[in-house]
């Protein structure tokens, strides 16, 4: 079975099997759109189900596609407009075969190919860029990424600081700086490092605490998620 993974500013998109998740929450927008039938909450899912940031809930799928979108992102914009339900079966793992089966959310498809942020302050923009550098091959670990550090370079008080974030990215800048962590970690994966290795670069302690974070996030183990990751072609 192909599992792949997909990576991109304000994004995740990933597909596998056996997703299988302790009851969780985290802030960000998640679609699931499954080939099988699947459960959230206990409930059958025979088609796809929008699932809203902050909202405890439990999935069960074998074969599919998991979205996450950021809160304020075009495509976490697009996401709150779905249903919460959707009619989708979907049996193949390509990702130009999931937007033609998208068809008919073009706003959806649309912010997929191109999520760009919706930042509207200057400085927050700056450090945004330098966190996207995880997304090249310059990584780097994040050793003074506390509030009050971050506030200092973009010459704010720490208190605007966590007020602009929360409002720009819809996102407390802890929840947020997790989520930026855990691309980081992943996008170093994928670049052939070792669990290890990642979890120092992502400033975690060892790769335990790295598949810690993973289920507390996202509800599944750190084996479960990172064994899928490939590039999407």
């Not at 999520?115 to 200057?122: A, G, L, S």
């Not at 971050?150 to 819809?170: I, N, P, Q, Y």
Request: glycine residues 6%; aromatic residues 8%.
């Amino acid at each position: 079975m192909q599992k792949n993974a997909y990576f991109a500013p304000g994004m995740a998109i990933a597909y596998g099997h056996s997703i299988d998740t302790e009851p969780h929450k985290h802030a960000l927008w998640q679609v699931c759109l499954p080939s099988a039938d699947s459960v959230v909450n206990g409930e059958p899912l025979k088609g796809g189900a929008v699932i809203k940031p902050n909202e405890i809930h439990q999935l069960s799928m074998p074969n599919g596609w998991v979205i996450l979108a950021e809160p304020e992102s075009l495509l976490g914009e697009a996401i709150s407009e779905l249903p919460m339900r959707l009619p989708f079966v979907n049996a193949d793992a390509r990702l130009e075969i999931l937007f033609e089966q998208l068809g008919e959310f073009p706003e959806l498809v649309r912010a997929m190919k191109n999520n760009p942020y919706r930042c509207r302050d200057e400085r927050l923009a700056r450090l945004l860029e330098r966190l996207d550098r995880c997304f090249g091959v310059d990584c780097m670990k994040p050793e003074a990424w506390r509030a009050k550090e971050v506030a200092e370079w973009l010459a704010m008080s720490e208190s605007r600081f966590l007020h602009v974030v929360k409002a720009e990215l819809g996102m407390a800048w802890r929840p947020y700086l997790l989520w930026r962590r855990l691309i980081c970690a992943i996008e170093t994966i994928k670049r052939g490092k070792s669990a290890t290795e990642a979890a120092h670069i992502a400033g975690f302690s060892d790769s335990a605490h790295l598949s810690r974070t993973i289920k507390s996030t996202f509800g599944m183990t750190g084996t479960q998620l990172l064994s899928s990751f490939q590039d999407l072609n």
